[in-house]
């Protein structure tokens, strides 16, 4: 049975989550005693974007999925900007972390290209409902001629 997914809640708790661990970056901590953490924090946040945008690509009929889609889009280019700057030389955790930069090099082309197929998506959902929304020049017609009542005549 499928679960009723909150994403406007979940893409905030995640959007709070990123914001953390990149203001964690900031500070001159031990990173010998947070590399683990900080991987299992980004080995969770990758698991819940993918549930995420899996279940809004499984799902094209979604109440609000381009709002969701957008929201995903958003915090994946979070996401690659923490794990860029996580990366870097220079951080606190460029030595303890330094054997899954190649994993996590790869987790930002992933995520990169996503954000292509996301933002592809969007454009066909939004010619999609554009064309739907047409009015033919009857239905104009019929829309513009005012209404008689036959107490009018």
Known sequence: MKQKI?????IFYLKSYIRILSDALKLNI????FAEKTMEDINFIESIILKLYTSLEENPHLIRRTDHLLSVLEVKKYFITYLETLTRNGNPYSTDLKQAFPKLR???VNHTRDLSTIQALLKTTESASTENEHISENEMSFLL???MDSDDK
């Open 6 to 10: 909150h994403y406007e809640n979940d």
């Open 30 to 33: 031990d990173s010998f005693i």
């Open 106 to 108: 790869r987790s930002v």
């Open 145 to 147: 001629t005012p209404y």
